[in-house]
């Protein structure tokens, strides 16, 4: 009973499989019933055979020799971009709700839970429904947002005034953000600060460890001075705002506010700011006094001579050709880890099908067979230094364009890219990949991760299980990417983190490929019953183009063995960044009646570095929902792949904890009522390795204690 496209009309189904259930059962021979996973499974033990041990998963899987679906790893990548920026927003907006209380049955984070939950449907954030669909769910999560940030603006008021929290009811408007920040559109720092005020800018961090980043916001002075909350002046950097960026807001805003914005801020302003765990810092920008006194801070462009560009203020270097503008490698001077190593973008063309139908589309990923066409061999370059960043921006055509950005105290490199809109002018579909070569011999092997958490070995045209035969040797090796790809040699580590879920490969040894857009002319076959061609429309649909998307992703080279202590640290910083809220406000009065810095953990505790907080949230009845969740493999990585310890005690320093409750990892059932089954597996004899796991919370101390990759889930009352 089932399958896809089965129920528009639930009720005729239910009523005929209720007369065959009716007249079986009848008969007597057979009992048939409305069956559940767990009847089901609860069954197949009872059968009490022994079974095959799998430990691998299905991925990449085909249909036909032809038709590999590793198209939806990528497919849409704008609408993948936006369910992973809200949902570490949703995990920062609940953090808030919870440490306020629920202060207001007018706004809340409900809408854009619900929102949240639809788009993980398989045919949402695949990228693989229809473009109204499409544009159904980008709604749903956008009002969805806009009721959340009511929530974090009332939250973070509360929070930061000195009023006690009962007293506290703030606006919903208390503070603004801004969700286009990445085109440089946040109309309260592009204003120009109002006399005798400052632009005050909350920094919230949704993470349980200390940690310092680089704010970037669009700004229109170059003459301001920007003070952390115990009123020391901070080093800052201005880097101009370029046309790609100029262009794209001009449209955007538009297309999705349907506002025509003001004209595009001249500069970003960097500052570094530094904002304790599951808390908060102020930062006040002032007009400077005095006239010019700024522009050394201006980024200087260099224009160097010689063979090659050398870029980083910190410890990691990277070096370009002065004459391609290509990049050649990629050196870390504290750890000596040092590789020659290629990036470009090049696409694959679409099939249309040929003497096999069977066309690319949302689902499907086949290359029309031809090589992939290099985009650009040489690459227009602008180099720019400062103090807090040094930045690469690469023209590669006039539909690519990237920045490579290397901070002052990072030892990775940030790379956004900008692609769009694809051309499909001579009738070919275009799937666009970034690909980088390193002088790395990897013998066929990779590493992707499963749902963010594990890192499976991937082996080039090989299945543990079968003997493979390969008919699609680009995307028989796809796979897909919640949170990164990695490969490595007897000495080193390549790693790539991703801003969103994609599909990776490693095609060749030594080569990590990403796809990072899709534009196709075609149906695959699959149910979409529609090209994927993405357009973004203004003024009632008469001006339209193809769509254009922004990301990042993140490439580290490490000694062999060290990588994962970036990777997850990395990881989590990418997926819950600083939380940026904005208001004007003199800033002495602000200082007299706010808390500029605040945590609600003990403030001399942070969780340790290898947990992670996955959700903290307030149910109804007060209850609190707390999952935390350990970061390593059993061997991922000596130091952190240990048995680690959280004390509930420190982590909710200003509340008193009266009962906990171990739960089931959906928080439905409780931990001491779930009975384990036993299976019989083959060749196991009952020597197999044990996973470690944290043993039960004491009472009085209230210790959690998690093994590697386990994620334990509490309800608590305060």
């Not at 990049?327 to 470009?344: C, E, F, H």
Request: aromatic share 10%; proline share 5%; net charge neutral.
């Amino acid at each position: 009973m089932g399958d896809d496209f089965q129920y528009q009309y639930a009720e005729s189904w239910f009523k005929q499989m209720d007369k065959l259930i009716h007249y079986v059962n009848e008969d007597g021979r057979v009992n048939a019933l409305y069956s559940t996973p767990s009847i089901y499974t609860k069954a197949k033990n009872a059968a009490n055979q022994t079974w095959p041990l799998k430990t691998d998963d299905y991925f990449p899987y085909a249909d036909r020799a032809n038709a590999y679906w590793t198209g939806y790893f990528t497919s849409r990548p704008a609408l993948k971009r936006y369910v992973r920026m809200i949902s570490g927003y949703y995990l920062a907006t609940r953090q808030l709700e919870f440490f306020v209380g629920k202060q207001s049955t007018k706004y809340n984070t409900i809408g854009l839970g619900d929102a949240l939950g639809i788009a993980q449907h398989h045919d949402a954030v695949s990228g693989t429904a229809k473009q109204h669909t499409t544009n159904d769910y980008a709604k749903r999560l956008a009002i969805g947002v806009s009721e959340a940030e009511a929530v974090v603006s009332s939250s973070l008021a509360c929070l930061t005034s000195n009023l006690s929290s009962d007293q506290c009811s703030a606006p919903a408007s208390a503070f603004a953000q801004c969700q286009l920040l990445n085109i440089s559109y946040c109309p309260p720092t592009e204003d120009s600060i109002p006399d005798a005020k400052s632009l005050v800018v909350v920094v919230y961090n949704p993470l349980g460890w200390k940690r310092t980043d680089i704010v970037k916001i669009p700004v229109n002075d170059a003459n301001l001075v920007v003070k952390d909350s115990l009123g020391n002046n901070l080093e800052v950097q201005y880097v101009d705002v370029d046309d790609v960026t100029t262009n794209l807001r001009k449209l955007y805003v538009k297309a999705y506010l349907g506002v025509s914005p003001k004209q595009a801020p001249k500069y970003w302003l960097l500052f570094q700011a530094s904002v304790p765990p599951l808390g908060w810092s102020t930062y006040f920008i002032s007009k400077a006094t005095g006239k010019g006194t700024r522009t050394e801070d201006i980024s200087q462009l260099s224009s160097q001579k010689g063979e090659t560009i050398i870029i980083g203020p910190g410890n990691l270097k990277m070096s370009f050709s002065s004459t391609s503008g290509q990049l050649k490698r990629m050196y870390n001077s504290r750890t000596g880890v040092d590789i020659p190593i290629q990036q470009s973008y090049l696409w694959y063309g679409s099939s249309e099908g040929d003497s096999d139908p069977q066309a690319s589309g949302a689902y499907i990923f086949r290359p029309n067979g031809s090589p992939p066409t290099i985009v650009s061999r040489s690459v227009p370059t602008k180099i720019i230094r400062g103090p807090l960043v040094d930045e690469v921006h690469q023209n590669f055509s006039s539909w690519i364009y990237q920045v490579t950005r290397l901070y002052k105290d990072k030892e990775h490199a940030e790379i956004e890219f900008t692609i769009g809109p694809i051309p499909t002018d001579d009738g070919v579909g275009k799937e666009v990949i970034t690909r980088m070569t390193a002088n790395m011999a990897t013998n066929k092997e990779y590493y992707t991760d499963s749902n963010g958490r594990d890192f499976l070995k991937r082996v080039r045209d090989h299945r543990d299980d079968w003997p493979l035969q390969v008919t699609q040797p680009v995307a028989g090796n796809y796979y897909p990417l919640n949170l990164g790809i990695y490969t490595k040699d007897k000495k080193s580590e390549f790693s790539v983190l991703v801003d969103r879920a994609t599909g990776g490969a490693s095609i060749i040894d030594g080569e990590v490929e990403l796809m990072l857009h899709r534009r196709i002319l075609h149906d695959d076959g699959r149910g979409v019953g529609e090209p994927l061609d993405e357009q973004v429309c203004v003024d009632n649909n008469k001006i339209c183009e193809g769509l254009t998307v922004r990301g990042n992703y993140y490439i580290s080279i490490d000694k062999l063995g060290t990588g994962a202590r970036w990777r997850r640290t990395t990881g989590q910083e990418i997926y819950s960044p600083f939380l940026l809220t904005f208001t004007h406000e003199n800033l002495n009065s602000w200082k007299s009646s706010h808390v500029t810095k605040g945590t609600i953990m003990d403030p001399n505790y942070s969780l340790p570095p290898n947990v992670a907080l996955i959700t903290l949230e307030e149910l109804d009845g007060g209850i609190v929902l707390l999952r935390l969740a350990h970061l390593y493999e059993p061997s991922e990585y000596a130091e952190y792949s240990t048995l680690t310890k959280v004390e509930l005690k420190k982590l909710f320093a200003k509340k008193t904890i009266k009962e906990l409750k171990e739960v089931s990892l959906s928080a439905n059932q409780e931990k001491s009522e779930i009975k384990r089954m036993t299976w019989k597996v083959e060749g196991d004899n009952g020597q197999g390795p044990q996973g470690l796991r944290g043993g039960p919370v004491n009472n009085p101390n209230l210790v959690v204690e998690l093994g590697p990759m386990e994620i334990r889930t509490f309800l608590l009352k305060f």
